[in-house]
């Protein structure tokens, strides 16, 4: 039996898309010495509303991965940054741990509501 809420449902896509943002990041990193390699992302917060948008019943869609614009390239035509990856990194890390707590907090709310059903 799966029990689930559209809160957790919402927040299941958010954790998926926050993993999303970390394997798109490593692959910069990955491709640090590759000449020509540009660096890619995503928009997070469109993504995201994408997702949700989404919810009823339907998968979850891969995120769309975008060139990064405004990033000083190197003379070999690689423009990935380590800074910018690793603010990325600190930044979805950030957003996973929210993710669980949040997460975390759904599924007490969801176990109060069977225990207080079974205390009828």
């Known amino acids: 039996m799966e029990i689930t809420t559209p809160t957790s449902d919402a927040l299941g896509r958010y954790l998926s898309l926050n993993t999303a943002q970390l394997r798109i990041t490593a692959s910069n990193i990955a ?50 940054s380590m800074d910018r990856e690793g603010l990325q990194i600190a930044k979805a890390q950030m957003q996973f741990k929210l993710g669980v707590l949040l997460m975390k907090n759904e599924f007490s709310l969801v176990s109060s509501a069977i225990h207080a059903s079974d205390g009828k």
Do not use: C, M, W
């Open 31 to 80: 491709n640090i010495d590759t000449p020509g390699y540009t660096t890619q992302g995503l928009d997070f917060e469109q993504e995201l509303t994408k997702q949700i948008q989404n919810l009823p019943g339907a998968t979850i869609s891969n995120p769309q991965f975008r060139p990064v614009d405004g990033l000083v390239g190197r003379p070999d035509g690689n423009n990935v």
